[in-house]
Structures are given as structure tokens and as C-alpha cells.
């Protein structure tokens, strides 16, 4: 599973790779048939389970499908009404209890946030909406696409563009075979790592191997494997915009466990490589906004936690800060849905009883530097390149994009800009002109004639937004990225309750489910709710 399309392309083709080297054929030849695959446009729904098959197990994953048995009786509080508060809140509503939500912005939401349609923005890109945070919903994500369905909300399949990925690398366009080529070559240096890993490694099960693998970063593990040099830079660019950090902050095992065949990705041969994805045409907000409308739950807006601790009575104390004013709030069950970049500078009183391990998640766990620029085009100047406007490079102010909104009946188009690491960390939001006219210089070498037909606003001003995760005190941070020896010191403890604190948001999914995606907040939110269901029951 990948948060970028550009990430499933390199997917594909990595697995390509693998694919070639075991039927014995050459690359071209392989590259070939994938293509005749994947222009057969094969449903891998109808092939699996069929389309009965897909609706009845999207509504089996629907969030308010829960056991009609009596409520407990038992106030719960919610701090941060992103996708994991409001599912969560959804949730328990369902079964009878009524949460109280606090949010310190003035919306909901959370990085679900879209640009344009009814959400409006600083920004507007006519007959378009594009995604501030979370864009892609995979087949495989089945209570957003559950929430999708019962709202009645209209999808895009952004896959359907025709065009491939261009890699562009020390100053000249290259080609997939050379990138095909190389990872053939790299496979064997792989096995042996591959079987000694468990396969799954988290803090609590793993083995010496793991925890060898865990503690190499990506930059190290790519070097002493002899992994070739156009491979290194398409894996690089791909992991630093994909986990938002720079390979000597990641652990070689955020690779080795993407090749690893797990639960969100499955490898056919010469089949549909890349997954199903979509986009709602009208903004993935629409999901936050329709549970929240249809909540009966109270939600605070303003209110900004500063601390939290547990009373004599054994009740969860949360402290807020509302502008000048300090509110405090009791409730017997509390689920903190806060990233935990922000957790860190709240104070957590030693009265939780907050174990270490708990402790460290929370203080240490890595998150990328994550930004998105959008840029409005005349017209689909990448066509012209053989591309879907997908590309990646190693320029300065280039690093991956892919066409936003692409199925918009309007003649104009939007380009995303994906960085992370230190470009990403670095990109100035109040200086969105400098920034646009920066990385449009680099794209007009990938896409030649890029800069003449980007869209020019009054001022000779291009219509651009940068939406900079990293500098927002709401979040400090894009999404999880786990550092070197993250896998073996952190990996499952996040979600994990301690008492009458629960904990919610795309951090605390499993990074073997779908953790850093809009569908990880929402499994994390339905999975707090029955907990607390199950425990106060």
C-alpha cells in the first residue's frame, strides 16, 4: 500500500523486476506484458470475490455496525476530532453512548482537509478539488469506502490516466528498464535478509535479525547491498517523499517489509500491479463533515489540551486552554487521537501511571516532513512526455508529483508537488510564489514546457498552495515514519490503552494495517470504541 500513487508505480515496478528474474524472461519482454495487463483494465474485485462480494464486505466493515447490547454507562471524552475522534465518536453513538469531543482548531477533520468545492481555501482552482492531507482511498480500504457509499459520495479512480511514471535522474530522463534492470540485479543481495526477518517485527515479537535490520537505515542498507546507482536514486526519492524523511533517518526495514508481501499488497505476476485507487471528487472532507453533521455528540472547538492527569476518583482530568480561559473536563474513559509529535508537548501527569513503553512512543516515535504544493496548468503538458503527470527526480525543488482531480471535466489541471526530508521540512509557507516559481523551473526540465503553460493570475502570479504539515503546531509532522530501530523498540505499542486512556489516530494503527492513512485513523477510532465498549460493558 503506498500514500502516493507514485510510490504504487514504484511498486509495480520493482515487483516487475522480481516478476522477470523468476519466469526467466528479459525486462522488456516483462514490462511488455504488464502493460497488455494493465490496459485489459482486469477488475480485481470481479476476479476475487466479485461485485456482490466487494458490497458485502464493505458493508461488514461498516463503523456502526456494532452488537445491540445496553449502553454501558460511562462518559467518555475525545480529544481531536479528526477521522479517529469522529469514527470513534460514531462509533459509540452507535451503541448508545454519547461522547464529548474537544478539537483545538476551528474544524474537523484533521489532515483529512480539502482545498476548493464547498471547503473553499485560500487558493481556488475552478471546477477542481484538491487534498491539503490525506488524497488516496485504496480498494482495500473498507470503512472509507463503507463511509463513501453511505453518504453517497462520487469517486474518482485516478488510475485510469493514461501514461506512465518518468524518472529523471542526473540531468537526463531515464528509462524504467534501467530502474527494472538494476533491482533484478539487487533481488539476490535481498534473500537472505528477507528469510532471516520474522516477517512482522514489532517491539514485543521479533528476533535478532530484526533487530539488526531495524537499527540499519536505508541509506546503509542500499550501500552495502550494491544496489546500483539509478536504483538508488528511484528508491530513495520514492521513500523520502513516501515516509517524509531521509534514508539515514529510516530504518532499512521500511524497505525490506514494502517488498515483503503483507497484508495491504499482494504481487501478481504480469497482472494489475498497482491497486484500485480513488479520490472523492468533491473532497475527501465530505466523510469527516457528513459523521460529524449526523453526531449527536458535544464538540468544542478552540479547545487546545495542555494536560492531562487522573484524579483521586480514578476519572481522567483533561486541561484546555479556550483562548484565555482554562476549561477543565472529567470523564471515567479518555481517548487521546493527537499526534503524538504534539502529545510530547503536553503535560502528562505522573499520576497516569504511563508505563515506559508508552512513554517512549510517545516521545520518540518519528513522523515525516511532509508537504504538498499544488500547481494550476492550462493543460496537460506531461501528455506531451508519454507521462500521467507522475514523476520523480533528484533536483532540488523536485521530488515527486502526480496529477490531482485528473477525472474534472474542466480544460485546467493541477500538478501535486510531494516532498518530505529536508526539502520538505525546509519549504517556506509564507513564501508560496518563490516556492512555486522554484520547483516549476525544475519541472520544466522533467516536463519540457511546463513553465509556459502554468496558470498565471493577476500579478503574473502562478495559482499555487503549499499546505507545510511540519510547521503546523496542530500536528509538527505529516504522518508516522519509523525511524532506525523504531520496528523492534515501538511498533505496536502505540495504540495500546493504559487504564481509562485510550489512544486513537493513523499513528496507532499497525504499521502491518494501515498505519499513516486516512483509513489507519478510522480503524483506530472504531477499535478504541470497543474497547471502551468491551471494558466499561
Not at 24 to 49: C, D, F, H, V, Y
Request: aromatic share 8%; charged share 20%.
Amino acid at each position: 500500500m503506498a500514500r502516493t500513487p507514485r510510490f504504487a508505480e514504484l511498486r509495480r515496478t520493482l515487483r516487475l523486476a522480481e516478476a522477470a528474474s523468476r519466469a526467466g524472461i528479459s525486462t522488456a519482454e516483462a514490462i511488455e506484458r504488464a502493460r497488455a495487463a494493465e490496459r485489459e483494465r482486469i477488475s480485481r474485485r470481479k476476479l476475487m470475490i466479485g461485485a456482490a462480494g466487494v458490497a458485502g464486505a464493505i458493508a461488514a466493515s461498516h463503523p456502526r455496525m456494532v452488537s445491540a447490547k445496553a449502553p454501558p454507562q460511562v462518559s467518555v471524552g475525545i480529544v481531536g476530532a479528526g477521522l479517529a475522534g469522529l469514527v470513534c465518536a460514531d462509533r459509540l453513538e452507535a451503541a448508545g453512548v454519547v461522547p464529548t469531543l474537544y478539537e483545538a482548531s476551528y474544524r474537523t477533520g484533521g489532515r483529512c482537509f480539502s482545498l476548493g468545492g464547498t471547503f473553499g481555501g485560500p487558493v481556488t482552482f475552478p471546477g477542481q478539488v484538491a487534498e491539503r492531507g490525506g488524497e488516496f482511498i485504496d480498494t482495500a480500504h473498507k470503512t472509507m469506502l463503507a463511509y463513501a457509499n453511505e453518504f453517497d459520495l462520487a469517486k474518482e479512480d485516478v488510475n485510469k490516466e493514461p501514461g506512465e511514471v518518468l524518472y529523471y535522474f542526473d540531468g537526463q530522463h531515464v528509462p524504467e528498464e534501467d530502474v527494472v534492470d538494476e533491482y533484478r540485479d539487487f533481488v539476490d543481495a535481498m534473500h537472505d535478509d528477507l528469510q532471516a526477518s520474522s516477517g512482522s517485527p514489532t517491539a514485543d515479537d521479533h528476533n535478532d535479525d530484526d533487530v539488526i535490520l531495524d537499527q540499519t537505515t536505508l541509506e546503509e542498507y542500499l550501500l552495502t547491498r550494491g544496489a546500483g546507482p539509478t536504483l538508488t536514486k528511484a528508491i530513495g526519492e520514492a521513500y523520502i517523499a513516501e515516509y517524509g524523511r531521509e534514508l539515514d533517518e529510516q530504518s532499512a526495514l521500511n524497505f525490506l517489509l514494502f517488498i515483503h508481501a503483507d497484508k495491504r499488497s499482494k504481487f501478481t505476476p504480469f497482472g494489475v500491479f498497482s491497486d484500485e485507487r480513488y479520490h472523492l471528487k468533491q473532497g475527501n472532507e465530505q466523510i469527516p463533515a457528513a459523521i460529524q453533521d449526523r453526531l449527536d455528540a458535544p464538540l468544542h472547538l478552540g479547545h487546545r489540551l495542555v494536560k492531562v492527569k487522573k484524579t483521586a476518583a480514578g476519572k481522567i482530568e483533561l486541561t484546555f486552554k479556550n483562548g484565555s480561559q482554562t476549561v477543565v473536563k472529567v470523564h471515567d474513559a479518555v481517548v487521546i487521537t493527537i499526534p503524538f509529535t504534539v502529545l510530547r508537548g503536553i503535560t502528562l501527569d505522573p499520576s497516569l501511571g504511563l508505563p515506559a513503553w508508552k512513554t517512549q512512543a510517545i516521545q520518540e516515535m518519528g513522523y515525516g516532513n511532509n508537504a504538498k504544493m499544488m500547481l494550476g496548468f492550462n493543460s496537460r503538458i506531461w501528455n506531451a512526455s508519454g507521462s500521467n503527470g507522475a514523476s520523480y527526480s533528484d533536483l532540488a525543488n523536485h521530488q515527486a508529483t502526480w496529477e490531482t482531480n485528473p477525472t474534472a471535466p474542466t480544460s485546467t489541471r493541477i500538478i501535486t508537488d510531494y516532498s518530505g526530508g529536508l526539502r520538505g521540512a525546509l519549504l517556506n509557507p509564507n513564501a508560496v510564489q518563490s516556492e512555486a516559481s522554484a520547483f516549476l523551473a525544475d519541472l520544466n526540465l522533467v516536463f519540457p514546457g511546463a513553465a509556459a503553460a502554468a496558470t498565471r493570475l493577476q500579478g503574473n502570479k502562478l495559482r499555487a498552495h503549499l499546505e507545510h504539515w511540519p510547521s503546523n503546531p496542530l500536528t509538527k509532522g505529516s504522518y508516522t515514519s519509523y525511524m532506525p530501530g523504531q520496528f523492534t523498540s515501538i511498533s505496536g505499542n502505540e495504540g495500546k490503552p493504559v487504564d481509562n486512556l485510550y489512544f486513537a489516530g493513523e499513528h496507532t494503527n499497525s504499521f502491518y494495517e494501515y498505519q499513516g492513512f486516512m483509513e489507519g485513523a478510522c480503524l483506530s477510532g472504531i477499535d478504541a470504541a470497543d474497547t471502551i465498549l468491551a471494558d466499561w460493558g
